[in-house]
């Protein structure tokens, strides 16, 4: 059982940092002052938000099954057999598409929450490029870290697909264990079981990195933090 | 084929996107009622509720389809109702902690112009604390809705013929180089579906949010 989990573990940590990379990248596009990358980026995240990670990865298998093992390519899936090494990448890339439209909204409203007078003041101050994007970078992700978090207990859930290939990871061997034996009560708790305290430690790991960014002074302080009201009239 | 996408194979119908929507569609509906239902115990009664709220954060943490392969596996019902059962529990676990938490941040000022007004506590909740929850939680519900009709797909796993079902049936059979329009053709029609869906749910928020701004 634990080459499963290492498995389902390898799959989700490459398709998410995958899919955080790709959601920076459409983020960063979607607000660029040029028109060709914000239109790209548009639609590259409305197609990845509106097309179900289980087709994306049915197509993905369905393409790559017909690919012959390339001596090139590496294999870091474990239990998963050296042949179906093509399948378990095209896999990994479709559930890394399946999420980057998710996280590219997440970061871009973090990024957009911020505020224009503080994305001004930002420019104004004469920072490099480099430290100006730390800067706004720290700031969003206390907003965008608890959403993030989520997503990618969603995107645990969907390793899952990959067991509609000869890809190993848990959900697999919870449907080939309880069909072999018929004791679905047994694989199914034990598979749930595994599930949730996999989900749990992503949360709880979101909820140290959302403590550290509060407490290292990402966030203004608290009495600063009361939702201020926009009006036209002069105080 | 396009008409198998729509409304199923000869042999599964209805089923394709006509399926899918109404399958999440009414699970999506059942499981705000029930939802609001488990929002306001929660918030109305919170010690008791604890149980109901463990079990529905551990219901979070198991897969969408594990459920379903549990669900197909240990029960006899028809796989039409398994998929629709998994959906409605998928549903409710997120529906009713994202009404729970707006609905425990409801304002004290609300709360105390009621008191003014001479509202019941039912009355309260009817008029004015059950709207405001719903109109405030419209975006993390709309976010969840759009998820749930894109996880209808995980439907596939019981070949009920929804449009994944559907879609996969049409390319296992096709030959080469028509399968790759199949996966495409279905992708285009979930597209759609889900821009018609995300469309609607924009023109509901901008219809519900107020439209008078408080001047100071």
Known sequence: MLVYVAATCVLWALSGGLAIGAGLGLAA??????????????????????????????????????????????????????????????????????????????????YTGLGRARLDQSAVLGLGARRRIVMLGREAAATAVPPTGARLVHHLHNTAFAALFPVTELFGWIENNANATFDVVRYATAGAAVYVVLSGLIWAAFRVLELWLDRSGALPPARSRRPVLATGAPR | ????????????????????????????????????????????????????????????????????????????????????????????????????????AYPRALRDQALILGYGRIREWACLRLPWTLRTSLDALATHWISLLKDTGTLTVLGIGELTTVARALSERAGVGDWELILVTAGLIYLLVIIILIQSLRLLNRKLSPRDTMVI
Do not use: N
Not at chain 1, 78 to 102: D, E, F, M, R
Not at chain 2, 34 to 54: D, I
């Open chain 2, 1 to 104: 084929m396009i008409v198998d996408m729509l409304i199923g194979l000869p042999a599964q119908r209805p089923g394709g996107i006509v399926l899918t929507v109404l399958i999440a569609v009414s699970s999506g509906a059942i499981a705000l009622v029930l939802g609001a239902v488990y929002a306001t115990v929660c918030v109305g009664a919170p010690r008791l509720s604890v149980g109901l709220q463990a079990a529905l954060a551990v219901l979070r943490g198991v897969p969408l389809l594990l459920l379903v392969f549990a669900l197909a596996q240990l029960t006899t019902m028809p796989l039409t109702l398994t998929g629709f059962l998994a959906l409605l529990l998928f549903s409710l676990c997120h529906v009713g902690e994202t009404l729970r938490g707006f609905m425990a």
């Open chain 1, 29 to 110: 596009g979607s607000v660029s002052p040029r028109l060709p990358w914000r239109t790209f980026s548009g639609a590259a995240i409305t197609l990845t938000r509106g097309v179900p990670t289980s087709l994306l990865v049915v197509t993905a298998g369905i393409i790559s099954i017909r690919i012959p093992p390339q001596r090139w390519l590496p294999d870091p899936f474990p239990g998963t057999a050296t042949g179906s090494a093509p399948v378990a990448w095209a896999v990994l890339i479709a559930l890394a598409l399946g999420s980057t439209g998710h996280l590219a909204v997440i970061f871009r409203t973090a």
